[in-house]
């Protein structure tokens, strides 16, 4: 059974770094590409970034230069370094894994970026 579970999230000022991690269990991890994503109150899900099982890497446009995707396959943990933050990061932010087309999720963790 796939299980992601988020942590890391909190209250953040403006400019400010969190490190969101994602811990896998009950898939070889090494062999999927792993996804960050968000959800802000009344949008739609977006990508925010993705990591290949060989360590390629895919970003929004919002966050490229600010985020940085990382995979530690020893541990089985994805991680998203966030630094500059700004208020319209604010979101619930989820792990995803893609198995035979189909999307798994984590529960997600919050992220607020405010003063």
């Known amino acids: 059974q796939v299980h992601l579970v988020e942590s890391g999230g909190g209250l953040v000022q403006p400019g400010g770094s969190l490190r969101l991690s994602c811990a896998a269990s009950g898939i070889i991890f090494s062999r999927y590409t792993m996804g960050w994503y968000r959800q802000a109150p009344g949008k739609p899900r977006e990508l925010v970034a993705t990591i290949t099982y060989g360590g390629s890497t895919n970003y929004a446009d919002s966050v490229k230069g600010r985020f940085t995707i990382s995979r530690d396959s020893a541990e089985n943990t994805v991680y998203l370094q966030m630094n500059s933050l700004k208020p319209e990061d604010t979101a619930v932010y989820y792990c995803?894994?893609?198995?035979?087309?189909?999307?798994?999720w984590g529960q997600g963790t919050q992220v607020t970026v405010s003063s």
């Open positions: 995803n894994v893609k198995i035979d087309l189909m999307p798994f």
